[in-house]
């Protein structure tokens, strides 16, 4: 699902963000990524959907070898992933079922596949009844919501989150990550980027540890392994 | 094909969408692609106007030739055979004077009280009006006619036709700088609106390059938002035109018959039919160069 070989990125500033890093992950796999600030994790993430290139090494996201994909693939590649950000990024003029139509209308999916699909990832997300209000009008935790119905409407077989329960309170983040377990559950890879201990804790998930653009742990079932 | 009727929906929407919520931008926008084109407009009228006054002097390959006042009728007479043996001559007409002012009367129509003024004087020549068969040959003759006895002046359409080419040469020059000038204004400014536009939606134009919507879909709202600004500026501008030549050809053809006016149809509504394609093309260009600076897909 996800082949790193050799993967290193340096910016242009001279910092060095990931060096050398070589990793599979498996279909269905759900993964954590942890590590402290600035450690490398969110150039990694970005390196999947390819909103960053790697100097050099190769990487293969769902089958797509992404450092030979013209301009012109890019969009095909990415209709294969759902992303998921700290904060949201819902449209506030939209209603909640607009906003996840909307992913779906701009790849010009077919009008009854749009209605039957949101109404399906609602379902999933626990949201139906909130279908026709805006975002403003909900809380984090269920705008949360709303994005990961947004990422997944489109049947991508691999979800990336990056920092999902930044801004969300315990219980709220326990709950997003029941929504991935279950979208996990239905065979779609995860990988979540995250700081939350206590879920990565609670999770017994795979655990891949970054710091200064090194892996420097992968457990199968590990734990966060860092003082918060 | 269901899909791709709501595709170009959801392009309109979003098109009109956005120009509402840019009500100013796209109000100034609109209103300077109409001022840029109805100069553009005029310009064009004008002097496809006076090449048409050219021409339609140019296909008159007649000399007029005046002749002194204290002529006795013989040598009238004479000067006439002359005339009619010079090499290209096809046609020799006398206009007494008398004549000539009666058909001047009529020329003049409903302004012939700016002769009263003359009294009973009668200032024009006699003259001949000869026919060339040749419009290269006229100069010829017409130098030829000055030069025998009893000829006052011979006189051609070529002082008029050099004084219209003389005014065109400038008109078209002139022109050509301020139009430049001006479709750049309305292209500047057209790329403001859109990059403010681009400003704007930033945050779904995000979220589409996420999801994976292509960037041909991603450009289209804002490429159309261009076009229809300048095509809605090339209305104006063609209204205004319109409205202007047909007071200008009314005007001219109740006072100044003989002004050889380019009639308004079809002419009118090609010069549109050119405006809207220029100002279509101002917008498209516009919004290409601001997606090519501000929208990076």
Known sequence: MIKMIGVSKTYSNGCVALSNISIGIDKGDFVFLVGPSGAGKSTFIK????????????????????LALSNAEVPFFRRTLGIVFQDYRLLPNRTVHENIAFAMEVIEAPHR????????????????????????????GEQQRVAIARAIVNKPSLVIA??????LDPDTSWEIMKI????????????AATHDKAVVDAMKKRVIAIECGRIVRDDVKGAYGYEN | MAMRIRTFEYFIRETFISLRRNGLMSFASISTVALSLLILGLFLVIVLNLNHMISTVESQVQVSIYLQDDLKE???????????????????????????????KKRLGDQQGLLTALGDTNPLPNAFEIKVD????????????????????????????????????????????????LALAALFIVVNTIRITVFARRKEIGIMKYVGATD?????????????LGFGGSLIAVFFLSQAYSALTNQIYKTLTFLPLIPKYPFLTNVSIVLMIIGTCIG???SSISLKRFLKV
């Open chain 2, 134 to 181: 040749k419009p290269e040959r006229v100069k010829a003759v017409a130098t030829a006619a000055s030069k025998l006895k009893g000829v006052e002046k011979a006189r051609f359409g070529q002082e008029v036709i050099e004084q219209l080419f003389r005014i065109t040469r400038m008109l078209r020059i002139g022109g050509f700088v301020l139009i430049i000038f």
């Open chain 2, 216 to 228: 041909w879909f991603i450009r289209w709202p804002f490429l159309l938002e261009g076009m229809l």
């Open chain 1, 113 to 140: 596949e749009v209605q039957k699909q949101v109404n399906y990832v609602l379902d999933l997300v626990g949201l139906r009844g909130k279908a026709r209000e805006y975002p403003a009008q909900l809380s984090g």
């Open chain 1, 180 to 191: 991935f377990s279950r979208i996990n559950r239905s065979g779609t890879t995860v990988l």
């Open chain 1, 162 to 167: 990056d920092e999902p329960t930044g801004n």
């Open chain 2, 284 to 286: 498209a260009l516009g």
């Open chain 1, 47 to 66: 390196m999947l959907f390819r909103e960053i290139l790697p100097d050099s090494g190769q990487l293969f996201v769902n089958g797509h070898n992404v």
């Open chain 2, 74 to 104: 013989k040598d009238i007479r004479q000067l006439g055979t002359e005339i009619s043996q010079m090499p290209g001559v096809t046609a020799v007409n006398f206009v007494d004077k008398n004549e000539a002012l009666q058909k001047f």
